[in-house]
């Protein structure tokens, strides 16, 4: 679907309704450098997927103010119209003080529910304090957007886990508003979720939406199994809804994506030929072959699993030496977490073993770029590459493999995906690994290597025709559209 007819249908489908989105993450971030201010677009799949949403269909985004500049950035009523380049709709920004994010951003959110959805052999930590910031923050949030509710009816777009207490909040003191949660990480199943202490209080919270979305089939049965287990309510498997007090919850699956235009047209600008040009000088790339992969340094993405491989590449295909380099780019994420810091440790570590065991004088096999890179020099890398490893250990979705492809504007390039993602279950031309068996990782990095070009630009093409076609406006549409069904 393309924007235009996007912002055609879905205008008149949300006449009468005021279109809120809500979000930990802001879409864009003011931060002071010197003595001037920068609006920086966090490296988050999520807000890079919902702005093109927001932006055709303006509203209001409300999300936690995290930026040292943000505070000088706003209006009286905290907002500030985005972007800054050409104003679509309003960001409002939600305050919290250190000890309400530590407890309910890095605590509760993510050293309780992060663990407990992802099945990554990390363990959950519960903390009674954790989950009371997460109710007075989940609180704090219904506060804000209801001081925003005019007189039109409100839908509002609740994102991801930070807010499984939001959409009761709302109901209880708006009855009329529309609320729609997705859930943008996998759910869990019930054995899984039953070790939760406050598992009903979650569980009611989600049963608050009139709509409740996941990325695959599997993880709207996983949770309508998880409520049919821990709660008197009545599933219904063949409509894909729970009834709770009387209320009705659908739970429908909406594959997430990109804006493939957006991507495919900044890769085709004379910048992008430039930068990938000095990036292949700065770091002796031009006669190589390039693998690179894009992630948040999270212990869900199999990056050790991946460095693995490439050791075990090399130990059996000895003749790729000197003439092959893997670019890791690694955005910093949560790192005061111990398991965070676990695996940040494990990953140097590994970079460190494995470049000292291979390397040569003028070479070595991994380049580990541990920084938050621009999104020009991003494409620049997707640009070069022969191929991209996505290795996650368990993905809803995972949007780096949906990127690369919008990028690959010449079909010159590989996917190799983990099993363990959501985007694998559409994106079937990709070479697909399971991230736990380094040999069989391995044998697929010479697949893709020595696969024929005609071969790579047939399977890039029909990767390219899919993410085209399910793009982030026909998500939207979907989502929104159902939404107003059912209202």
Known sequence: MKKKHFQRLIKDKLKGYHLFVLSNREPYIHNWNEDRIECIRPASGLTIALDPMMRACGGAWIAHGSGTADRDTVDNNQKVRVPPEDPQYDLKRVWLSKEEEEGYYYGFSNEALWPLCHIAYTRPVFRLSDWEY?????????????EEIGNERPLIFIQDYHFALLPRII?????????????????????????????KELLEGLLGNNLLGFHIRYHCNNFIDTVDRELEARPDRERSSIVYKGKTTYVRHFPISIDFDAIDESTRKREVEEETKRLKTKYHLFDKIIGVGVDRLDYTKGIPEKFRAIDFFLDQNPEYKKRFVYIQ???????????????????????ERINWKHRTEHWSPILFLREHIPFLSMLAFYKMSNFCMVSSLHDGMNLVAKEYIAAKTDSDGVLILSRFTGASRELNEALLVNPYAADEFAQTIKEAIEMTPEEVSRRMKKLREIVRERNIYRWANQILTKAIQIS
């Open 171 to 199: 109901k209880e003191r708006r009855p009329d508003a529309l609320t729609v949660q997705f859930w943008h990480i996998p759910w869990p199943n019930p054995e899984a979720f039953r070790i939760c202490p406050w598992k």
């Open 329 to 351: 780019l690694g955005a910093p994420s949560r790192e005061h977490i111990p398991s965070y810091k676990q695996i940040n440790d494990e990953i140097d570590e590994s970079v």
């Open 134 to 146: 997460y109710k007075k923050v989940n609180y704090l949030f219904a506060e804000a957007i209801l």
